[in-house]
């Protein structure tokens, strides 16, 4: 029978991230402690959520990549994306766009969906930068579509 993980602690996510080749650094702040690792060069956190019984163990807990924005993001990004994928969500905090995903342990999972919610975080990052790639593209196209090119200027003022 395969044993169940009903909470997780920094230690037990750093192995299980160290397991599958990722780099991880544990970090404390005003006592929170959080992981950080990166995936295709995006730099992600692993926070932590609701406490266990078991002292440093947790129920749940977040991947999360905060992007910093330089300029202004165009409208509907992160509304189209939430409606458009599952999983994970994004938002804009400040001046972050922010993607996260939660993971709920407490009824007890296995290792196999820990390393399968691992591996779905890590394809979420890929689509998240080709998302954005793309979004901005798109957005540039339609931005130069809807400006009305000298040519039409003159043909409407010919009219």
């Known amino acids: 029978m395969t044993q169940l993980i009903a909470h997780v602690s920094a230690q037990s996510l750093t192995d299980l991230l160290q397991a599958a080749g990722y780099r991880v650094n544990q970090t404390e702040h005003n006592g929170i402690v959080q992981l950080l690792s990166a995936s295709q060069g995006i730099g992600y956190a692993v926070r932590f959520g609701n406490p266990a019984a078991e002292q440093g163990s947790y129920v749940d807990f977040t991947f999360s990549c905060a992007l910093r924005v330089q300029g202004e993001l165009p409208a509907g990004l992160a ?5 458009s994928r599952r999983f994970a969500r994004l938002s804009v905090q400040g001046e972050f766009l922010v993607m996260e995903m939660d993971v709920v342990v407490a009824a007890g ?9 691992l591996e779905l ?5 890929q689509e998240f ?13 339609l931005q130069a579509d809807s400006e009305p090119s000298e040519t039409a200027e003159q043909e409407v003022a010919a009219l």
């Open 129 to 141: 930068i080709t998302y954005l790639r793309d979004y901005s593209q798109n957005a540039a196209h």
């Open 109 to 117: 999972v296995s290792a196999d969906y820990l390393r399968g919610n």
């Open 79 to 83: 509304e189209l994306w939430n409606a």
């Open 121 to 125: 975080w890590d394809r979420l990052l």
